[in-house]
């Protein structure tokens, strides 16, 4: 047949009507068990084609023929090298079905496996590694054959080299003989190091409103050092942390310098300079809260941040006190060291608490680094000036802070985790101006979360927080240094800060010490409905590091999450269960993410 001849042939086809599958797709595996079929099934093309309504019996031969290669893929994978594979479509094999032969309907599919024996490695070799590589336990003489562990002693060999400067290390060559009789595969693979390179040049495109030496800043590619893979990863973590960029591609050069150094590659793409959010929460005892923010992402050109919000709170309440919150913030990624962001943050702010009323007005600098992903800590120094009324009168405060703070977080999820740990602990010595006393401060907030169940169905989430104030007496305490117990943030159902302390006076205040606990049940009913069950409690005293007498208080209740992109959004009704206030009344609270 011609070229021209099959052309035509070929157009004609295509305009032949096609019906669709509507009978049956069988699968017979020979011996094997459920879970050998369920990964043959999730291995074929046709399992997903033949519901879909687009699908043809053209589209089902071409799926059917490259099943083939996808079954033997997936034995491969389980350690099966003498399998037997049959795909029979109305009776002929898919194999030997011309594209230009397609039938214009299809009544069955009928596909038999026999998977055949599973083999064990009878030689597992690989050579030359670098010191300390660690091969994965899969790949050793007699453990389960597969393609698998032969990719994973690969990628390990190879890494290890890279982790020691080598890298353009590769897979040199590999023999790989199965051994049918004996049910052994005997595999041996050699590993090309390459030399030793240390970094070369960085060369950065992409970004028109971004300085490029910044850029070279903040990724902090060490220059003239040995090459490390890590810092590969590190230079993209904090290109892409900066919030500037909407991509970050931090690449190798594919062939080394003869100088022994390897050129690197940063590519990235500008995000919009300014972002503008809001957002909002609603109880039936604190009233409503709105908040907003504006964001310059790049203010001078070198990935600064300028950041104005806003915030107003108690909207609604009966005693019509509303707080508000004004503050800006200015922050530079990569000084000093490319791991430590400066910043500089003033603000203005008017609480009507329940215990106090105060207006007070701050300024503060200070560096945050990163020591890992996991870690990070906070050294902040600042001034502060406070106009209060409290139970103990009106009266100024004048403090010199420093704050000293860390952050430990491995959560898998930061807006819903299913698993990991967060922990925030800060401690500010404070200088008192006047008459205002010194002292010391602490707080701590810790959270955990368990996942169980199918796809981490079900979450167990738990919370701890804890905090204590030393020097000042109760009195000469600045209000808002002092702990109370009840809302939102603390024991749901309880109503806002009610409670605190009673002073010598005679009168309702705030603690020197608070503690609370929090334990959810989470539940995930549909893949973004959610309920949830929950108690808390807690208490305060009025002595320093959790000494005196004090009652506690709890609040139990149920919630519904509804999971969205930005969060989920979150609705729960609470009861306080134990205090002055035990089943009385009931709190409903709205919000956007999880209640930690």
Excluded at 31 to 53: H, T, V
Aim: glycine residues 14%; hydrophobic residues 35%.
């Amino acid at each position: 047949m011609t070229g021209l001849n099959r052309t035509i042939l070929g157009a004609l086809v295509a305009l032949i009507p096609s019906f669709g599958f509507s009978q049956d797709l069988d699968l017979n595996v020979s011996g094997g068990s459920d879970e050998l079929r369920s990964e043959l099934k999730a291995a074929m093309s046709m399992w997903s084609l033949k519901d879909a309504d687009d699908a043809t019996p053209q589209s089902l031969v071409a799926a059917a023929q490259a099943d083939y290669a996808r079954i033997l893929g997936a034995l491969y994978d389980g350690g099966r090298f003498g399998p037997t594979i049959s795909i029979r479509i109305d009776g002929r094999e898919a194999a030997d079905i011309s594209p230009f032969e397609a039938p214009r309907s299809i009544a069955q599919i009928v596909v038999d496996v026999d998977p055949g024996p599973r083999f064990t490695f009878g030689r597992a070799e690989i050579g030359p590694l670098a010191e300390g590589t660690e091969v994965p336990e899969t790949f050793r003489e007699g453990a389960r054959a597969g393609t698998r562990p032969v990719q994973d002693a690969t990628r390990a060999g190879i890494a290890a080299w890279r982790q020691d400067g080598h890298a353009k290390a590769r897979l040199s060559e590999q023999q790989i003989f199965a051994d049918h009789p004996k049910r052994e595969l005997d595999v041996t693979l050699g590993l090309d190091p390459g030399p030793r390179l240390r970094f070369g040049n960085v060369e950065v495109t992409g970004s028109e409103s971004v300085r490029r030496t910044r850029i070279r800043e903040i990724a902090g590619l060490p220059q003239g050092e040995v090459f490390d893979p890590d810092e590969i990863a590190g230079a993209e973590r904090r290109l892409r942390q900066t919030g500037v960029f909407t991509s970050v591609a931090v690449s190798e050069a594919e062939t080394p310098n003869a100088d022994g150094t390897l050129d690197v590659a940063i590519q990235v793409a500008d995000q919009k300079p300014r972002r503008f959010g809001f957002g909002a929460e609603v109880s039936t005892q604190e009233g409503g809260k709105i908040s907003a923010f504006w964001l310059h992402r790049n203010f001078f050109g070198g990935a600064e941040r300028l950041r104005v919000d806003g915030e107003i709170a108690g909207i609604g309440t009966n005693e019509n006190d509303v707080d508000y919150k004004l503050s800006l913030t200015y922050g530079r990624p990569s000084t000093f060291t490319r791991d430590t962001e400066f910043y500089l943050k003033t603000g203005i702010e008017r609480l009507e608490e329940p215990g106090f009323k105060s207006t007070q007005v701050g300024l503060a600098t200070g560096l945050l680094h990163r020591f890992s992903d996991t870690l990070s800590g906070s050294l902040e120094l600042g001034y502060r000036y406070t106009d209060t009324e409290d139970a103990f009168g009106e009266r100024e405060f004048e403090l010199l802070l420093a704050t000293l703070g860390a952050v430990y977080d491995t959560r898998n999820d930061a807006l819903n985790p299913t698993s990991g740990f967060y922990i925030d602990a800060q401690g500010t010595p404070f200088l008192g101006l006047d008459d205002t006393e010194s002292g010391f401060r602490l707080t701590s907030d810790a959270r955990t979360y368990v996942g169980f169940g199918e796809g981490d169905r079900f979450v167990l989430a738990g919370r701890a927080q804890i905090g204590s104030v030393w020097g000042p007496s109760l009195s000469e305490t600045v209000p808002d240094y002092l702990f109370y117990s009840g809302g939102g943030g603390t024991v749901r159902g309880q109503p806002y800060q009610s409670l605190g302390v009673t002073a010598d006076n005679g009168e309702f205040t705030g603690g020197k010490s608070f503690a609370a606990v929090s334990a959810e049940l989470r539940a995930m009913v549909r893949d973004n409905i959610g309920v949830v069950g929950f108690y808390d409690a807690g208490f305060i005293t009025d002595e320093s590091g959790f000494a005196g007498e004090s009652d506690w208080h709890g609040g139990a209740g149920v919630g519904l999450r509804y999971i969205t992109g930005i969060g989920a959004i979150r609705l729960d009704v609470a009861t306080p269960t134990t205090g002055d206030e035990a089943g009385q009344n009931f709190e409903i609270y709205i919000g956007i993410g999880q209640a930690f």
